[in-house]
């Protein structure tokens, strides 16, 4: 299971202590990699000092793959996964309902567990 990783999503697992890759395998996910778009990172040097560092420890902790990407990253987010039959992990709801009507698989965090969409 290939599963782009959205800003706000990798600050907050970090902080909700929850092991994605685990998870995701445990829940018949099998096999997970990560893959992040270069505006993601990009947009990971512009946050909060606490967040960025968060962000940066998540990713220093975890295997993934950098897919180029220029422009809007909920667009590139989009579009990345829907031709990659890619699932997203984010936290945002604008960006969740893109995905749905895409026919994009959503991972979102709620009360610190991973759920699926």
Known sequence: MEVFLDTNFIAAAL?????????????????????????????????????????????KSEEFEVVEA?????????????????AVATLDSGLKKRLKSLGVQVITLSKNRLVLV
């Open 15 to 59: 902080e909700a202590r929850v092991r994605v890759r685990e998870e995701l395998g445990r829940n018949g996910g099998g096999k997970v990699e990560f893959l992040v778009l270069s505006s993601v990172l990009e947009e990971v040097e512009k946050l909060p000092a606490k967040e960025k560092s968060e962000a940066k420890l998540f990713l």
């Open 70 to 86: 220029k422009g809007d990253v909920d667009r590139s987010l989009a579009k990345e996964a829907k031709t990659r039959s890619a």
